[in-house]
């Protein structure tokens, strides 16, 4: 069965600097991968998404992502971060062989902004 | 677009009582789903249903029942409420084909007491 690894469980970034959140995966194939995020209070909300084809793959808010199969990793980055990106984010596998099964979540990292 | 709509948005039980939170979507999603969220425990899955009228349990099954009777709705009901129940709970729903994102609802902060 497929699982995540979210390593870090809160950071804490000011403002301007960069960003990278963590996120490993185990599953025997290729897995498809998932970035949200959720604001206090709402949903989650889809920050981007790899199928296949480029392994570097870009979202909405400025947010980008990394498929590192060597590494089984899906790590996110944003080069330079905004007070308004304290949220917590989730990253999630699927699986492509088993048609039915629901996407897995990592218990998720809490980014706390400071000035 | 309404996208997932979950009612009630809060709500207040005491233990043993029992309750029914509906999750709509105007997508047209073939597959729906139920979480709930608790602190340092992420998303934990509770049902899901790949179609009406089927239903399946998640990692978190125990104390919970649902019912898929129309596609565009997913019914969580709690028979007899625990404390152990309170939570956050969202929905969610995908299309059948990959890949297989989610659109999830703003969730129902429930309190047993």
């Known amino acids: 069965a497929q699982s995540v690894t979210q390593p870090d469980i809160h950071i804490t970034v000011s403002e301007g600097a960069s960003l990278e959140l963590r996120c490993n995966y185990s599953?025997?194939?290729?897995?498809?991968l998932f970035w949200y995020v959720q604001s206090p209070g709402q949903g989650l909300q889809l920050l981007l998404k790899?199928?296949?084809?480029?392994?570097l793959v870009q979202g909405i808010k400025g947010f980008e992502a990394e498929f590192k199969r060597s590494q089984s990793s899906f790590n996110l980055r944003k080069p330079s971060v905004h007070w308004s990106d304290a949220a917590e984010y989730f990253c999630a596998v699927g699986s492509r062989n088993s048609g039915n099964t629901p996407l897995v979540f990592g218990k998720g990292t809490r980014l706390s902004v400071i000035a | 677009n309404a996208g997932v709509t979950q009612t009630p948005k809060f709500r207040v039980l005491k233990t043993g009582q029992s309750m029914t939170l509906l999750c709509a979507q105007d997508m047209n999603h073939e597959y729906m789903y139920w979480y709930r969220q608790d602190p340092g425990m992420g998303l934990r899955l509770i049902h899901y249903s790949v179609g009406e009228g089927t239903t399946a349990k998640g990692e978190v099954p125990d104390g919970y029942n649902v019912s898929r009777l129309k596609k565009q709705n997913f019914l969580l009901g709690l028979e007899s409420a625990a404390p152990s129940q309170t939570s956050v709970y969202f929905c969610?729903?995908?299309?059948?084909?990959?890949?297989?994102?989610?659109?999830f609802g703003s969730g129902t902060r429930l309190t047993v007491v």
């Open positions: 599953y025997g194939a290729t897995p498809y």
């Open positions: 790899y199928f296949s084809g480029d392994t």
């Open positions: 969610a729903s995908s299309r059948w084909d990959f890949p297989r994102g989610y659109t």
